[in-house]
């Protein structure tokens, strides 16, 4: 990387000073001007100059030196997207190996103070490590650490020694440097190997998504079981891939671990433990913002926007995640959740604008297809629809969600046996695809669908084998237990509903969404709408928050089930409302039954005011209620007859008329 010349330079410095090195394990030299950095500068890291042979080295050494330099609050390392922004705008690929030369050129052009460079080579049984920070407005040298490391097991100390000292000599104070400086052994892992692992995850994980990057990552653990922010990738790459269940096993781990990580590294860790293991949304809300007032984090920004979007505050996630997008323009997940934001908000063509924008920069994911499948599905293209499907179709990590999107359209106009067949399909593919606990929540969303269109005995069926392909899955149970609870097994959905509580005590929607819902329906059951009303009290906060598992953003399940209380309790007026509060959602609901199921409930909620009331009121109500009917019944036009909530429908209708 340019840097064959630099090493010539150590190794003269070394030979003659080798023999003077300390029986510790390694030797220093530190050379520093008088021009340090402020807190506003940023630096660029360069490739290391591996001058060894051994290609362990190869990106696990810039890996550990980023992990050790964004201990310091001080110190503003360009970031990976930033630095393949700036490699686009000099026209050349994100794989650019950043020599000193290049390094200089990408820092001039990001109005950076300095780039760092970093070499290794080997001398007999030991190692020589360099680091020095140049300006590179001038090129001028602001400081210089040169070190021996004995032997290949202490390079990771040596090299965070190293880049402790250089963190000194660039002005920061020692208060900070006795107070965020964890050796990097401790910060990362003691094996190369493992490291080397994990750095070539990361470097997946940005080209080509969390299916790439999971085996590298899973080796890293493998190779050192003690590897907490190993245990942690891991985690978010199954969180990628919707695998909630298996996502919280590795942050669980991760968090055990978390002594052995950066101070900085444990807040991801705690973050993610709380927003995704225990739940408790607020103390992740909280963990997120102690990053950002700390260390400016990136991530923190994007997962602040995500713990908004789970509470339902749509615009706060939006605003928080241009704050993210500002600093990583080039991650793709920040666009991908930018326009679910958008579209939860109704605001469609934001939507679509963000996604083109984002794929005319080569900047693409499933997710987006996902949300691309949603728009054209609200805007009743079908030919769109396939496109999408074309898209899914033949990527074996995918796959099932375009065929569980398209069960839902299916399922949506009433067709059941084109859906179930569908879900068939969709469970297949992500049991192929290793994924069990996704094909279980696509049953057991199955399985809740056919309960709320009458079909109770199949509902139970399948909801019980979901539950066998992922027993613990949170998701998977909180569907199969409400699918329960609307067949009548209240055996089965109490013993859920009390296994759900006692595991997630502190799960905000799991205490405010799920069970509550559960509650009610079993309520409604013994015919007893005003508990099943009390019961979803705790919903209304945050009642229009995402759901981390499915499709869409959210089925507002518990909005369903309160029109349906609202409904038998005769209060057609509110019963209305919260049907049409699902209707006026479409961008959270999508193709989710409860969309075309509203349509029905404010029909029925429309004939119950009409029962209630009199004269003129009565008249309108009628009215409203034929209209819904007729609406509801166009929409199933053409659906399987045999669904008996549409006998039921039509059975209301002709008796209204």
């Known amino acids: 990387m340019g840097g064959r010349k630099l090493w010539k330079v150590l190794v003269s410095a ?46 696990t050494l810039k890996t550990a030196l980023n992990v050790s330099l964004r201990q310091s609050p001080f110190l503003n390392v360009l970031t990976d997207s930033e630095v393949a922004k700036i490699l686009q705008q000099m026209t050349r690929p994100a794989s650019t190996k950043l020599t000193p030369e290049v390094a ?79 050796p990097l052994e401790q910060a990362t892992t003691s094996s190369l190997e493992a490291l080397k692992a994990y750095s070539l995850g990361r470097k997946a994980y940005r080209v080509r998504g969390a299916a790439a990057a999971l085996p590298y990552d899973q080796r890293a653990i493998e190779l050192d079981p003690s590897f907490a922010m190993g245990y942690m990738e891991v985690g978010d790459n199954y969180y990628s891939l919707g695998e909630l269940g298996r996502a919280n096993e590795y942050y669980t781990k991760a968090f055990q671990l978390r002594e052995r990580a950066s101070e900085r590294e444990k807040l991801a ?32 920004y994007a997962d602040l926007g995500i713990v908004y979007y789970a509470q339902g505050q749509y615009e706060k996630a939006v605003e928080i995640t241009r704050q993210a997008a500002h600093v990583a323009p080039d991650n793709v997940g920040i666009y991908e959740n930018l326009a679910n934001y ?55 990590a995918y796959e099932n969600f375009g065929l569980t999107l398209a069960s839902d359209t299916e399922a949506y106009a009433g067709h059941l046996g084109e859906a179930r067949e569908l879900t068939k399909r969709a469970v297949e593919s992500a049991i192929r695809a290793d994924s069990k606990e996704t094909g279980a929540i696509w049953k057991a969303s199955a399985g809740l669908e056919q309960a709320a269109y009458g079909n109770a005995a199949e509902a139970r069926q399948t909801a019980t084998e979901a539950l066998k392909l992922a027993p613990t899955s949170p998701g998977a149970q909180s569907e199969a237990a409400l699918a329960f609870a609307i067949a009548g097994d209240t055996v089965r959905a109490e013993s859920l509903a009390k296994d759900l509580g006692k595991r997630y005590p502190l799960d905000t929607q799991m205490q405010s969404l799920w069970l509550p819902a559960i509650q009610a329906q079993l309520k409604l059951g013994r015919e007893n709408p005003a508990a099943a009303l009390n019961a979803l009290q705790a919903a209304s906060p945050i009642e229009l928050g995402a759901v981390p598992f499915g499709n869409n953003i959210s089925c507002l399940y518990h909005v369903y089930v309160r029109g349906e209380a609202y409904l038998a309790a005769g209060q057609g007026t509110a019963a209305a409302a919260e049907f049409q509060k699902i209707l006026d959602h479409s961008g959270i609901v999508w193709n989710c039954w409860t969309g075309a199921l509203a349509r029905l409930g404010v029909a029925r909620a429309n004939a119950s ?40 429908a039509k059975a209301e209708y002709a008796k209204l008329q």
């Open 609 to 648: 005011q009409s029962r209630t009331s009199q004269g003129a009121n009565a008249d309108a109500a009628r009215v409203r209620a034929l209209a819904a009917y007729k609406d509801f019944l166009s929409l199933w036009k053409d659906a399987d007859p045999d669904i008996p909530i549409l006998k039921q």
């Open 14 to 59: 070394v030979t003659i000073l080798v023999a003077a090195a300390i029986a510790g394990g390694f030797y220093f030299r530190s050379r520093q001007t008088t021009h340090r950095l402020t807190e506003k500068d940023s630096i660029v890291l360069a490739d290391f100059s591996n001058s060894t042979s051994d290609a362990v080295f190869d990106d």
């Open 269 to 300: 860790i705690t973050a993610d433990y709380n927003s995704s293991v225990t739940g408790d949304l607020d103390k992740a809300a909280q963990t997120y913002q102690e990053q950002i007032e700390d260390y400016h984090e990136t991530r923190a």
């Open 342 to 396: 958008a579209l939860a908000l109704q605001r469609l063509d934001e939507t679509r604008q963000i996604i083109h924008d984002s794929q005319a920069r080569k900047l693409d994911d499933f997710a987006f297809h996902n949300t691309l499948y949603a728009l054209a599905f609200l805007g009743t293209d079908s030919a769109a629809m396939a496109e999408q499907q074309q898209w899914f179709a033949g990527k074996p």
């Open 104 to 182: 200089r050129e990408l820092c001039l052009r990001a109005e950076s103070k300095a780039y760092l460079a970093g070499s290794i080579g080997s001398l007999g049984s030991e190692y020589v490590l360099g680091l020095k920070a140049v300006n590179c407005q001038n090129g001028d040298m602001l400081a210089e650490e040169q070190a021996t490391a004995t032997s290949k097991e202490k390079v990771l100390n040596t090299l965070g020694e190293a880049a402790s000292k250089l963190r000194g000599e660039l002005g920061e104070s020692l208060a900070t440097l006795q107070k965020f400086d964890v």
